[in-house]
Antibody, heavy 120, light 110 residues
Framework: QVQLVQSGAEVQKPGSSVKVSCKASGGTFGSHVLTWVRQAPGQGLEWMGGFIPSVATGNSAQKFQDRVTFSAEDSTNTVYMELSSLRSDDTAVYYC?????????????WGQGTMVTVSS | QSVLTQPPSESGTPGQTVSISCSGSVSNIGSNAVNWYQQIPGTAPKLLIYEDNQRPSGVPERISGSKSGTSASLAISGLKSEDDAEYFCAAWDDTMDGLVFGTGTKVTVL
């Protein structure tokens, strides 16, 4: 059973960038979609975008299109989400998750989450 | 800003049935599959229902999903203390060309 293991917590300054990793443990991503979802403290879930590591293509929510980049490293079964021009309202827990049926919104395996704090 | 509306809270005693509604529009629930997640504070969401009414392996039969028009519902029967959690619906939105989540419903087992 594949598990998704994310990188550790980050503290970044406004205007900088953060790169969060998500590694498949116990298997590979195969042809699954990897999605990124974030959750600000005490708030709901927000979809950021999805990425298919096997073909290195994806899409992102309109809100993040200018600031988010997805990438993958096949040799280590790792995908990355980089968010630039950070603001205080980007403070959130960032999750990666594996799509069960493409980008239908059904994600059956989740990472443990990465807390990103944006503060001067 | 969520485009899928859920009631902020629901509650019930052990053994009862709780239903959670998720209201959307033609561009999301009316055209695409609805999925449901359970989230316990401090942990990642867990998929409960996909494709409107399908349960992943390991999710008990007392949890069910349904959809009609632009609304969907999640029902939890035989309520247990372990069901005390937050629940979110999710669906693809054709207008926004992205996935949208519901506002979330906190279920309290009294």
């Amino acid at each position: 059973q594949v598990q998704l293991v994310q990188s550790g917590a980050e503290v970044q300054k406004p205007g900088s960038s953060v790169k969060v990793s998500c590694k498949a443990s116990g298997g590979t991503f195969g042809s699954h979609v990897l999605t990124w979802v974030r959750q600000a403290p005490g708030q709901g879930l927000e979809w950021m975008g999805g990425f298919i590591p096997s073909v290195a293509t994806g899409n992102s929510a309109q809100k993040f299109q200018d600031r988010v980049t997805f990438s993958a490293e096949d040799s280590t079964n790792t995908v990355y989400m980089e968010l630039s021009s950070l603001r205080s309202d980007d403070t959130a827990v960032y999750y990666c998750a594996r799509g069960l049926l493409g980008m239908s919104g059904a994600f059956d395996v989740w990472g443990q989450g990465t807390m990103v704090t944006v503060s001067s | 800003q969520s485009v899928l509306t859920q009631p902020p809270s629901e509650s019930g005693t052990p053994g009862q049935t709780v239903s959670i509604s998720c209201s959307g529009s033609v561009s999301n629930i009316g055209s695409n599959a609805v999925n449901w997640y359970q989230q316990i504070p401090g942990t990642a969401p867990k998929l409960l229902i996909y494709e409107d009414n399908q349960r992943p392996s390991g999710v008990p039969e007392r949890i069910s999903g349904s959809k009609s028009g632009t609304s969907a519902s999640l029902a939890i029967s035989g309520l247990k203390s372990e069901d005390d959690a937050e629940y979110f619906c999710a669906a693809w939105d054709d207008t926004m060309d992205g996935l949208v989540f519901g506002t979330g419903t906190k279920v309290t087992v009294l």
